[in-house]
């Protein structure tokens, strides 16, 4: 054993290679990066350790891996779980001969960005298990108990944590560095477990899949999983699962600290939602007066803990949590919402005190959201408007679409040129659609290189297919940048793990896609890029304008650099255009003068085209 500080998600990682696990996918997405940014490039021999091109893939390949007799790790953020859900569904009905965990991060309180979605409503409609660790020592040993647990039902059993865990740090234990002997792989011929092919085999895999769900709970009882502690008979009751777990011995301080007395209050810390423990729920529902469930996000436990009341003929027993309406369903819980929920029970009410820390934030400035000094977006947002105004338009007249990633930056100030955001890769299907609905104006798609590579092909191959006339933009910056700066097909070889070593380029796939419209370009020269944007606005069918430039973020890493600026106080008439135009936080206004603050410039030169004077200039010319 040794003793490491490790985040939530790193102790997933460690787990399943102390585990014996034979292959690790995913796609990059906060807050469940960092399983695989860990290990990448990193992992022990044997252990193939890949960023998928999207979750589906990542999820399929994994599948096949555990198929074959191995253990298998799958990561993902919650939307991930969307792209992934219609192979996960199909793993679900058929079950695997090795072990398969799919390790799913949720962010109540959305710290990340994207709907607040509850990954366990997934699973529900599957009749997966769901493991919920409170802490980043539960995630390690979940994490193992998952792979056997899947191994002894024989199918895949979903790890769900939420961001106060996966990004959560620790020090805790873990096992050395000597991991199990690899397994052979096993080639299963069986027809009827690994294809849909008919009524009679479907509907024999459900029957094997609801069989699994109901092993793994008498599983879960027989290890004693769950944790269940009866107090005094007739007093109240505290049911939390996964976070919650972690914040209900702070909660009880608080409530004592305010004179309000919780001894002899019973409790149940779960340690999976699905399936619920019904033994240790029915146990404290016959002994307690009444019981507060205690969840983020969406009231699954809650509802089961309803259910068998009903069924124990207790249901005029008060079950308080989110559907009497105590609790929210939105936003991430902490040690005070707990104590607040547990304080009802006994008709009391809980205001936590103002610390003087939240009173500060009145005294803070505003940081809007916005792109990095150099980011080659940033000359992607500027084309656009200018290429509007060329084109005798109004911002306001033109449809521009966004996705996922960076490149929805442009719809904050100063750009405000996006109008939208829904999905990976839904811009360019979107784009189409405004087309559709008689928009007379032009209409154009941006989205960034990684989120082309996992969603945007298809929506493309039927703009051409149809011969819809839009303006797709593709920004390629190299880098799965916002969730982290992974490597994707599309970034440069020397960076890629593979022994091959081989960057995919995308102006290949467009054109073998059908697009026979095709511009490459640097965001950084917006007087070509503009004229660009103008000329393929003004042309009918599908047109695509690649703009190809790295990351400022890891080029800056490698002390790259494209020259220094410089501006001529003289010719300076302190406008302030290129800080309202750019938004690029290397430049300032100290009062009196523009300046270029030259730790964060990286000479990309987009602010002196911006100039009206030419009074930035860069030096040496």
């Not at 080639?187 to 094997?208: M, N, P, S, V």
């Amino acid at each position: 054993m040794k003793r490491l500080n490790l985040s939530g998600n790193e102790a997933v990682a460690q787990a399943a290679l102390a585990a014996g696990v034979k292959l690790i996918t995913g796609y990059p997405g906060t807050p469940s990066s960092e399983v695989v940014d860990s290990l990448w490039g990193r992992a022990p021999a044997g252990v193939t350790v890949e960023w998928s091109v999207n979750e589906k893939v990542a999820l399929d390949t994994a599948g096949a891996c555990a198929w074959a007799g191995q253990r298998a790790l799958c990561t993902m953020k919650m939307s991930g779980l969307n792209v992934a859900y219609d192979s996960l569904i199909s793993f679900a009905y058929s079950g695997c001969s090795g072990g398969l965990v799919v390790y799913v991060c949720d962010d109540p309180g959305v710290e990340s960005g994207m709907p607040e979605q509850d990954v366990r409503g997934f699973a529900h409609m599957s009749d997966l298990p769901v493991l919920e660790p409170a802490s980043v020592a539960e995630s390690y040993w979940l994490t193992g108990y998952a792979f056997e647990l899947s191994e002894k039902i024989g199918g895949p059993v979903l790890l769900r944590s939420v961001t106060n865990v996966s990004q959560s740090h620790a020090v805790i234990e873990i096992a050395g560095d000597s991991p199990p002997p690899q397994r052979e792989a096993v080639l299963i011929r069986d027809i009827k477990k690994y294809t849909k092919g008919g009524a009679e085999i479907c509907l024999a895999q459900h029957r094997d899949l609801l069989a699994r769900l109901d092993a793994a709970g008498r599983i879960m009882h027989a290890d004693s999983l769950h944790q269940l502690e009866l107090g005094e008979r007739g007093k109240p009751g505290i049911i939390s699962v996964g976070v919650a777990n972690a914040f209900v011995p702070e909660a009880l301080s608080l409530l004592r600290e305010e004179g309000i007395d919780t001894a002899g209050f019973s409790r149940l810390s779960c340690r999976a939602t699905i399936p619920a423990p019904r033994e240790e729920i029915a146990a404290m529902l016959e002994h307690c007066s009444s019981v507060v469930v205690l969840e983020e996000n969406e009231p699954y436990l809650e509802r089961a803990v309803i259910e068998i009341a009903y069924r124990l003929r207790l249901a005029d027993k008060r079950i308080a949590g989110k559907l009497d309406g105590l609790l929210s369903r939105i936003g991430a819980y902490d040690a005070a919402i707990c104590a607040r929920g547990i304080a009802a029970l006994l008709g009391c009410s809980y205001q936590p005190q103002t610390l003087a820390a939240f009173e500060a934030e009145a005294y803070c400035c505003e940081r809007p959201i916005g792109v990095c000094a150099g980011c080659p977006h940033r000359g992607v947002y500027i084309a656009l408007n200018q290429a509007v105004k060329k084109l005798g338009y109004h911002k306001d007249e033109v449809m521009v679409t966004g996705d996922i990633g960076c490149t929805i930056l442009g719809m904050s100030p100063p750009f405000q040129v996006l109008w939208t955001e829904v999905s990976m890769g839904a811009s360019v299907a979107m784009a189409q659609g405004y087309v559709h609905a008689g928009v007379k104006t032009p209409v154009f798609s941006t989205m960034g290189d990684s989120t082309f590579l996992h969603a945007g092909m298809p929506p493309l191959l039927n703009a051409v297919q149809n011969q819809t006339p839009i303006t797709a933009i593709i920004m390629d910056n190299g880098w799965t940048a916002m969730t982290g700066m992974q490597v994707n097909a599309n970034t440069a070889a020397q960076f890629q793990q593979s022994a091959l070593k081989k960057r995919v380029d995308l102006a290949d796939i467009v054109r073998g896609l059908g697009v026979e419209q095709l511009w490459i370009a640097d965001p950084y020269d917006l007087p070509a890029l503009t004229a660009i944007l103008v000329e393929a606005a003004r042309l009918p069918g599908v047109k695509v304008v690649i703009t190809r430039r790295e990351c400022a973020i890891q080029a800056g890493r490698r002390k790259l650099r494209y020259g220094r600026q410089h501006i001529d106080q003289e010719l300076c008439i302190k406008c302030k255009r290129c800080i309202t135009t750019t938004g690029c936080p290397a430049l300032f206004w100290d009062g009196e003068l523009v300046g270029i603050d030259e730790s964060q410039c990286n000479g990309c030169g987009v602010c002196s085209s911006i100039c009206p004077k030419s009074a930035i200039v860069r030096e040496g010319e």
